[in-house]
């Protein structure tokens, strides 16, 4: 890249400026990084904590049912036990035949009755308890998932705080550096770094771009250790300073 009657000095300069400008967006990028780490964490929580809390609210409606269920079956086992001792009574005082069978027949039933009754009451009664100890274990760790949010947009507030006033001071430095740059090679810088993990600058290691570690020519390397032009690598589009620019 041609830089217009620039001397030496001026492109050192404009190096040092851009690489000033490089180490201060990659801070920014790791305050950015930072803070954009903790409110998906914070909004995952909420989400987990809300499945939780929906979970329970289920688990204790199944359980009021089993309980409900249990507690009917209870008393219709009661009458029918009451119903078996009265055909019971009934069968001492019948005289035919036909009301012997018509009565054993109502006793059939009512044993019939009973035992379905039974099974209803000790298979919702177990089932009642085994909710209520997993509503137990899911409040348990809801409770955990709670204070983990807490502590995490505890700890989201006090980035925010921590990190304005580090951002600005950097936002401000950026600016001097920025304000002196021919505006088409920051533009370049930005694009470079934004498609290329941040980095839109590297340097000359040995006869390489340090940033893409792809050989430059001999008489370019030269141009760039005497600060001759402005050079973008042809491989990355990275700018190649000289490893000392001091
Ligand atoms: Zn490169």
């Known amino acids: 890249m041609i830089i217009q009657e620039a001397s030496p000095e001026e492109i050192r300069r404009t190096l040092k400026a851009l690489t000033e400008i490089q180490e201060i967006d990659l801070e920014l990028a790791d305050i950015a990084e930072e803070r954009g780490g903790l409110p998906e964490q914070v909004e995952a929580l909420a989400a987990q904590i809300a499945e939780y ?4 609210t289920a688990k204790e409606d199944e359980r009021v049912r089993a309980e409900k269920t249990a507690g009917e079956s209870g008393q219709r086992l009661a009458s029918a036990r009451d119903l078996l001792a009265k055909y019971q009574q009934q069968l001492y005082a019948v005289t035919t035949t036909r009301e012997y069978d018509a009565i054993t027949t109502e006793q059939e039933t009512a044993k019939r009755e009973i035992s379905e009754f039974e099974l209803l009451i000790s298979t919702n009664s177990e089932r009642a308890i085994e909710l209520a100890q997993m509503v137990e274990d899911k409040r348990a760790e809801l409770e955990q998932l709670r204070a983990e949010k807490v502590s995490r947009e505890e700890e989201l507030e006090r980035k925010l705080k921590e990190t304005e006033g580090e951002e600005k001071v950097l936002l401000d430095r950026r600016s001097g550096f920025a304000k002196d740059l021919n505006p088409r090679l920051l533009a370049h810088y ?3 770094r934004d498609a290329k993990d941040g980095r ?3 340097v000359l290691v040995g006869e390489a771009c340090g940033g893409c570690f792809a050989l430059i ?4 390397q030269v141009v760039i250790r005497q600060t001759r032009d402005i050079y973008a690598c042809e491989a990355c589009g990275r700018f190649v300073a000289p490893a000392e620019l001091d």
């Open 53 to 56: 809390e929906e979970y329970i």
């Open 200 to 202: 839109g600058i590297a």
């Open 190 to 192: 930005e694009r470079i």
């Open 217 to 220: 020519p001999p008489q370019t």
